[in-house]
């Protein structure tokens, strides 16, 4: 007689939407066998969809029943009547699952803009590309990207470039990750641009710098090293081109400039570390620098960045005689690593390439000062060698938080002394 | 002759020497590493080889604010056949590592199965709390590796623990089996180096074994 009725009632409530709104999930106790046997029939023999999320299993046991909004009462009434022991679990379904909802969306959207990307980890070549978008996003009329070139795996080569507009101003050339394994490049090279381009307008150095001057950012120079290091070997260093008469593979970047090219400090052996290439600028990844530098006529500074060894170099790498302007850039290195130190106490070496690290013919800098740029250096990011070039990402930003003050340096330097 | 602390010859005989250093000082609750060169000379001795006078600081690695100077004198001999003479002088006091030391020794002697991990640090540069004194047990023995293969144009750091094994003893002693990645500075190579290391707190670090391994090229 009893399940007559709550039938009727489930039959009456019966509808066929799938939305949740005021649905519940009620926690049961049943206190013997024949509580189950109740419960098990009151699910069988329903009209409308009442679900067991958790069974019967015995006394004691709970279980789980949802529980449509339109049924709800002659449930409930049902159990009350039957003494059987219960509790509301979910008091709206909906409810629960909108919150779901909003939460996969909120953590979706943390992507989507550049002031809630997480500078202080390490990420992926897509993650960095997506990044770039976003800089130029929120950026407009500031921050655009260019392309200038594809890799050897035909992966684009990406420039971010800083303007306040003008035509063919006095440039900086910046880039990062020339040397794939060094990551706390990259890493760098993503928290300074975003910095560049929030402290346009704040900072009194860098505007004074846009407004008279253009920034050209690569931030993954090495596509197909950077993306090699993320699937197969975390220390690879150089292009992954394939050289001709070996199995071994790739040339590295910073070796193949035409600047003393196939020198001291420089191999010929494929297989080498510091394998210069066939011949100058035979890597993509360096011929669209030297093309986009020359055609654009205007480039005041080149700086390159890696790591590491906590050093602040300029040129020559290719031979030991001082570079014309030793003196200058010899106090300028000074003045831009005691800025660094400042920060965190974080202590740098300087000089010329030749002298403080080793001879190494064919560099980025090397030929940026032989082909007329005066503001050439290198920084050799963290540390000293006890993590190398694992660097710990906790130390990510404070690399980047401290090198900013000597990029500073250099470029109010290079937009003191036009030349 | 004086040499500028920051010229690459004096800074790869500072690290040749903070590595002798730490091999014979260090311990896995005690890694030092250097943290600058204050004065550098260098002299050619004639039929010998040349020899280094030098006056560094050295940080401990699990308490960066803590430093000590000492001084080092580093002999290459000619021809590199024989490793580099080592001998220093530490001012003043090491921190007591005696607590750290027993902490590990009697964990990994209470361990049911041998120890066994590998990439320290991993990708991102992270070595868990547990994993630290297997990592400064290779910093502190492969600075025997980096002494004896030492010349004055290499510059070598541990780059990476590949591999480590525990290697079941019947005496006090603990003994692992490492395959590490040293990044040799001048070369820029990495280069695969097996060792075999002996441990007991109060007999300090033996390597007793190393071979370097071959490279993989192309990888």
């Not at chain 2, 066994?116 to 640090?121: H, L």
Request: glycine share 6%; with cysteine; proline share 5%.
């Amino acid at each position: 007689m009893k399940f007559l009725l709550v039938f009727a009632a489930l039959a009456a409530a019966a509808r066929g939407e799938q939305l949740f709104v005021g649905d519940q999930v009620l926690r049961i106790t049943p206190s013997d066998e024949e509580q189950i046997n109740l419960l098990r029939a009151l699910a069988e023999h329903t009209v409308v969809q009442v679900d067991f999320w958790r069974h019967p299993t015995s006394p004691g046991q709970p279980a789980d029943l949802w529980v449509p909004f339109p049924g709800l009462q002659a449930v409930k009434v049902f159990l009350e009547s039957n003494n059987i022991s219960y509790s509301i679990m979910i008091e709206d379904v909906q409810e629960l699952l909108d919150e779901e909802k909003k939460t996969m969306m909120k953590s979706k959207r943390i992507n989507r803009s550049t002031s809630t990307f997480d500078y202080a980890s390490y990420h992926t070549i897509d993650e960095i590309y997506d990044w770039m978008d976003m800089l130029v996003d929120d950026h407009p009329g500031l921050v655009s990207k260019l392309q200038i070139g594809q890799s050897y795996e035909n992966r684009p080569l990406y420039v971010l470039k800083f303007s306040t507009g003008g035509s063919n101003r006095p440039a900086i050339w910046l880039d990062t990750g020339i040397h794939s394994r060094e990551w706390i490049t990259q890493a760098t090279g993503i928290w300074t641009a975003n910095k560049i381009a929030k402290e346009y307008g704040q900072d009194p150095s860098i505007t004074a710098i846009l407004d008279s001057m253009d920034i050209f950012f690569e931030i993954i120079t090495n596509p197909d090293g950077f993306a090699f290091t993320h699937s197969s070997n975390r220390l690879w260093r150089k292009t992954r081109s394939i050289n001709a008469s070996s199995n071994c593979v790739g040339v590295d970047p910073n070796r193949n400039w035409d600047a003393g090219f196939g020198g001291s400090g420089s191999s010929s052996n494929p297989c080498s570390e510091t394998y210069h290439g066939p011949y100058a600028h035979s890597e993509r990844e360096v011929k669209s620098i030297v093309d986009f530098i020359l055609s654009h006529g205007n480039v005041k500074s080149v700086i390159s960045i890696h790591s590491y060894s906590q050093m602040l170099l300029f040129p020559y790498g290719y031979t030991t005689a001082p570079a014309p302007d030793h003196q200058e850039l010899n106090e300028l290195a000074k003045k831009a690593v005691g800025d660094l130190a400042a920060v965190y106490g974080t202590k740098y070496t300087y000089g010329s390439i030749a002298d403080t690290i080793y001879m190494a013919a064919g560099t980025t800098v090397d030929w940026a000062y032989d082909n007329g740029v005066k503001y050439s250096f290198t920084f050799e990011l963290r540390d000293t060698g006890r993590y190398g070039f694992l660097l710990p990402s906790s130390q990510i930003i404070p690399t980047a938080t401290e090198t900013w003050p000597a990029l500073l340096d250099i470029m109010v330097h290079v937009l003191e002394h036009p030349y | 002759m004086e040499l500028p602390p920051g010229h690459y010859l004096a800074t790869r005989a500072a690290a040749l020497a903070a590595a002798c250093l730490c091999y014979r000082r260090g311990s896995p609750g005690r890694g030092l590493a250097l943290r600058a060169v204050r004065r550098a000379s260098r002299q050619d001795i004639d039929g010998v080889g040349q020899k280094y006078h030098l006056e560094l600081v050295l940080e401990d690695l699990l308490d960066k604010d803590s430093t000590v100077n000492c001084t080092a004198e580093v002999l290459y001999h000619l021809g590199n056949n024989i490793p580099p003479d080592v001998q220093f002088t530490i001012e003043g006091e090491l921190k007591n590592a005696e607590e750290a030391d027993n902490i590990f020794y009697n964990r990994i002697k209470s361990l049911e199965k041998e120890l066994v991990a590998e990439n320290i640090p991993d990708s991102h540069g992270n070595v868990s709390p547990e994993m630290e004194p297997v990592h400064l047990l290779a910093w502190v023995a492969s600075g025997y590796v980096i002494w004896q293969n030492s010349t004055e144009n290499t510059k070598f750091q541990l780059a990476q623990i590949k591999h480590v094994k525990q290697v079941k003893r019947s005496d006090e002693y603990l003994e692992f089996d490492y395959t590490i990645l040293l990044h040799e500075m001048v070369s820029q190579e990495i280069i695969p180096w097996q060792m075999t290391v002996l441990w007991h707190p109060q007999h300090g670090v033996q390597v007793t074994q190393d071979s370097r391994q071959p490279e993989h090229a192309s990888e």
